[in-house]
């Protein structure tokens, strides 16, 4: 993947690349000095539950990511360790394990098992060994794709420490595989394109259908981006989530007999829905409403943010997340309130649950310099309600993964 353009890290960056840098040391022992790469995390903004559904979506990279540290070993051995819970999981590249090994290691796994089969293809054997280390300052688990950031952010490390040579979207393609092959998630695709293809200061327009992308400028001057962490752990969001999916295919399989040429849900028009709702399961039913309607408002945010009116942006997303709660039902009420409590705050647009759901965070649209003033208010009424205090914090674009070399 070719490194951002123009894009100068900042110097608190750089600081912590350096860090993590010390800590691979402590971790896998001096030698020569690892490589070191950044790979954003992502917030969605519209398009709730529609990349699978073959919708548009239009999420951000954001300044928060997966850091990533790693060096040459002699032998083929891959040593793979994390700065959060220090386990080492060691790998023989010649024999791949065939399923998952524990929790976090997985992702990178599945992406050098993609990488193994794709070289395959080509005649090619991975190339040899290397220790590395994972850290970051991305919330874990909380909607902002910490798992793509961590697929996507290994294959350009590893498409660099190996020189492969593939593009930005092969990398992309990758990445995905993994997390839906070898982690079993049946996601979409848009957290590894929100993160491969981002580009700093824009929204990316992606329509799932054709994966055809775009890029909408965001208003950084008017708008800022406030994510509120409502720490739930999302401990159903992978089931639920694999539900949700297979509901819509079941949706999509009753809805388009009468809808000729429809190939996914996106293309089913609200009046047959309608018409076929009495014959239906009322759960399905649902689901593909919240589709249909959820389809036009992205098209509708895409022209209100193109207008510069963030007021009507906020609109979509308030009844994004209406909608998300009751007829998608992936919301739970910390969500609620802190999109509910948004509603109170006059530099709050609008805000909805990002992500899955079943818990993780919200993300609220902000005037430029209310920030603090609305900060103040989601803490104190989620305080109020819940006694604890929800990390709230303003998210920054970002280029896309890289490689960093601090000064
Ligand atoms: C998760 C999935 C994405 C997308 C969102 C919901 O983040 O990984 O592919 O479906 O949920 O919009």
């Known amino acids: 993947m070719e490194t951002p353009d123009r894009h100068t890290d900042s110097p608190a960056r750089l600081e912590q690349m350096a860090a993590h ?6 971790c896998h022992g001096p030698g ?12 969605n903004l519209f398009g709730g539950h529609l990349d699978y559904n073959g919708g548009p979506v239009m999420p951000t990279a954001i300044d928060r990511g997966t850091f990533i540290a790693s060096r040459s070993r002699s032998d083929r051995l891959l040593r793979m360790a994390s700065a959060f819970d220090h386990q080492v999981v060691e790998i023989d590249l010649d024999q791949l394990p065939a399923a998952r090994v524990s929790k976090w290691v997985d992702y990178p796994l599945g992406v050098v098992i993609e990488l193994a089969t794709h070289l395959e293809d080509s005649g090619v054997a991975l190339p040899g060994g290397l220790d590395v280390l994972y850290g970051g300052d991305l919330p874990i688990g909380s909607g902002l794709s910490s798992s793509a950031s961590i697929c996507v952010g290994t294959a350009v490390m590893l498409n660099s420490l190996w020189g492969l040579g593939l593009g ?13 092959q070898f982690v079993g998630v049946h996601c979409g695709i848009m957290d590894p394109y929100a993160i491969g293809c981002a580009r700093a200061g824009h ?3 992606l329509d799932c259908k054709d994966e055809t992308i775009e890029y ?3 208003d950084g001057d008017r708008l800022s981006i406030l994510v509120t962490n409502t720490g739930v752990q999302r401990a159903l969001a992978a089931s639920e989530f694999n539900r949700r999916v297979d509901e819509c ?3 999509f399989d009753i809805l388009r007999l009468a809808s000729p040429g429809a190939v996914c849900l996106r293309d089913i028009p609200l009046d047959v829905l309608e018409s076929e709702r009495g014959s239906m399961d009322p759960v399905l039913a649902n689901r593909a409403e919240h589709v249909i309607h959820e389809v036009r408002r992205t098209f509708e945010a895409r022209e209100h943010l193109l207008a510069g009116n963030p007021e009507l942006m906020g609109e979509c997303m ?3 997340h209406e909608s998300l709660r009751s007829l998608y039902e992936v919301s739970c009420p910390e969500l609620d309130l802190l999109v509910e409590a948004a509603g109170h705050c006059p530099g709050a647009f609008g805000a909805r649950l990002t992500g899955a759901g079943f818990g993780g965070c919200t993300v609220t649209l902000v005037r430029r310099g209310d920030e603090h003033e609305v900060q103040a208010s989601l803490e104190a009424r989620f305080e109020g309600e819940f006694g604890r205090c929800p990390q709230v914090e303003v998210y920054e674009g970002d280029p896309g993964p890289r490689e960093i070399t601090p000064a």
């Not at 840098?21 to 402590?26: G, M, Q």
């Not at 020569?32 to 917030?43: H, K, N």
Request: charged residues 25%; glycine residues 2%; hydrophobic residues 50%.
């Open 21 to 26: 840098a010390t800590r691979f040391v402590e």
């Open 32 to 43: 020569q000095a690892p490589r070191l790469f950044f790979s954003p995390g992502r917030v």
């Open 168 to 180: 930005k979207m092969d990398l992309v393609r990758v990445a995905l595989r993994a997390e839906r």
């Open 203 to 205: 929204l990316l327009w």
């Open 216 to 218: 909408l400028p965001m």
């Open 249 to 251: 295919a079941q949706a």
């Open 318 to 320: 308030n009844q994004t």
